[in-house]
């Protein structure tokens, strides 16, 4: 099985500072034939599902932001959020699809400071 | 509009049964791998089980092979999930999403609100 770890837990953060969570992979979930990380980041709010961010490990989805990227190759990566906003408190998750079990790392609170 | 309602969950004693749905709309159903994953309480993400556009392959996590079988209705364009023999450990949120890709399913969107499982005598 493929272990997604992320880092760090938690974090606390002022409002229009940066934002860099990593996810790390426990082994490379680069699909060499097309060149591309099997990987996604989602959101999700108190209450609410999982919302898609980023996939392929940085594409953003449709209607996300442009404070959130994502980035990283191999078994390193990072979403980051370049100016935290109020409505962007929540846990994110990095998962890959490259392998079956799929997987999720642990989670990553973002609050306010 | 794609939406996902999932429904069915509920409380239900250790070692009992339950079988829970997913509707979906605004998207050819048929086309698409389907997925459950589940949320313990306060807890992290956990992918269930897959099934594939026809619903002829399936594949699920370990904790759950031999309990748990996905299957899908393409015509009424609604996912199951039948759960047997439940443990406590299996109480969580359960969500239905969508795989994105046709030909592998890849990235997961959207999710529905998910439906609530406890088990617990």
């Known amino acids: 099985d493929i272990v997604m770890t992320q880092s760090p837990d938690s974090l606390a953060v002022s409002l229009g500072e940066r934002v860099t969570i990593n996810c790390k992979s426990s082994?490379?979930?680069?699909?060499?034939?097309?060149?591309?990380?099997?990987l996604t980041w989602f959101q999700q709010k108190p209450g609410q599902p999982p919302k898609l961010l980023i996939y392929?490990?940085?594409t953003r989805e449709f209607g996300v932001p442009d404070r959130f990227s994502g980035s990283g190759s191999g078994t390193d990566f990072t979403l980051t959020i370049s100016s935290l906003q109020a409505e962007d408190v929540a846990v994110y998750y990095c998962q890959q699809f490259y392998s079956i079990p799929l997987t999720f790392g642990g989670g990553t609170k973002v609050e306010i400071k | 509009e794609v939406q996902l309602v999932e429904s069915g969950g509920g409380l239900v004693q250790p070692g009992g049964s339950l079988r829970l749905s997913c509707a979906a709309s605004?998207?050819?159903?048929?086309?698409?791998?389907m997925f459950w994953v589940r949320q313990a309480p306060g807890k992290g993400l956990v992918w269930v089980a897959r099934i594939n556009g026809d619903g002829s392959f399936t594949t699920y996590a370990d904790s759950v092979k031999g309990r748990f079988t996905i299957s899908r209705d393409n015509a009424k364009n609604t996912l199951y999930l039948q759960m047997s023999s439940l443990r406590v450990e299996d109480t969580a949120v359960y969500y239905c999403?969508?795989?994105?890709?046709?030909?592998?399913?890849?990235?997961?969107?959207?999710w529905g609100q998910g439906t609530l499982v406890t088990v617990s005598s």
């Open positions: 392929w490990a940085s």
């Open positions: 605004g998207f050819t159903f048929s086309s698409h791998w």
């Open positions: 999403t969508r795989g994105v890709l046709i030909t592998t399913g890849g990235w997961f969107d959207p």
């Open positions: 082994q490379s979930i680069l699909y060499s034939s097309n060149n591309k990380n099997y």
